[in-house]
């Protein structure tokens, strides 16, 4: 499962970058501050958990309050699968030729999939659909992008790579 997000606080004022971490641990920090230099400092804290199941995923940001020298709850975000909503099989679903430079072949989804391409930041990206099975993706600029298909309750992502 993918989850984008925008996070701002109003009570830290810098210039620099957050950096993220990927971790498969449960109650992990999954992010810290950096400035414009590279220097890391604390001024904020992010954690992603998960309950056992996978149902319910959570992210939660602390921000430094300094009048007391401890870390404040400023954001806590949960989402739950919703049901009937099902991740399938990778095998289920073939896209060919995969690297493409104009055309991918898209085998196993129904006429009525809905079908988006995203690049690696996420972004939306325009193609056209020839048919049921087929997108053209040449006007994409190369390099790595995700293609989701949802169709029947059913979601598939799977990458690419436009030449």
Same mark, same amino acid.
């Given at each position: 499962? !993918?989850?984008?997000?925008?996070? *701002? &606080?109003?009570?830290?004022?810098?210039?620099? #970058?957050? @950096?993220? #971490?990927?971790?498969?641990? =449960?109650?992990?920090?999954?992010? &810290? !501050?950096?400035?414009? +230099?590279?220097?890391?400092?604390? %001024?904020?804290? #992010?954690?992603?958990?998960?309950?056992?199941?996978?149902?319910?995923?959570?992210?939660?940001?602390?921000?430094? !309050?300094?009048?007391?020298?401890?870390?404040? @709850?400023?954001?806590?975000?949960?989402?739950?699968?919703?049901?009937?909503? +099902?991740?399938?099989?990778?095998?289920?679903?073939?896209?060919?030729? /995969?690297?493409? *430079?104009? +055309?991918?072949?898209?085998?196993?989804?129904?006429?009525?999939?809905?079908?988006?391409?995203?690049?690696?930041?996420? %972004?939306?990206?325009?193609?056209?659909?020839?048919?049921? /099975? =087929?997108?053209?993706? *040449?006007?994409?600029?190369?390099?790595?992008?995700?293609?989701?298909?949802?169709? /029947? !309750? @059913?979601?598939?992502? %799977?990458?690419?790579?436009? @030449?």
């Amino acid at each position: 499962m !993918n989850y984008r997000l925008n996070l *701002s &606080t109003s009570t830290i004022d810098y210039i620099g #970058y957050i @950096q993220y #971490y990927y971790t498969t641990k =449960l109650d992990s920090l999954i992010g &810290t !501050n950096m400035d414009a +230099n590279g220097n890391e400092f604390v %001024k904020q804290k #992010y954690f992603f958990t998960s309950d056992a199941n996978g149902k319910t995923t959570s992210l939660t940001s602390y921000d430094w !309050n300094e009048s007391n020298n401890t870390f404040t @709850q400023a954001i806590h975000i949960t989402f739950e699968t919703a049901n009937g909503l +099902n991740e399938i099989s990778e095998n289920k679903m073939e896209i060919f030729p /995969n690297p493409s *430079s104009d +055309n991918l072949n898209l085998e196993g989804i129904s006429s009525d999939a809905d079908i988006s391409v995203f690049d690696i930041s996420g %972004k939306l990206m325009p193609f056209e659909k020839i048919s049921q /099975n =087929l997108i053209n993706i *040449s006007q994409l600029k190369a390099g790595i992008y995700n293609i989701r298909i949802i169709n /029947n !309750n @059913q979601i598939i992502t %799977k990458k690419f790579i436009k @030449q």
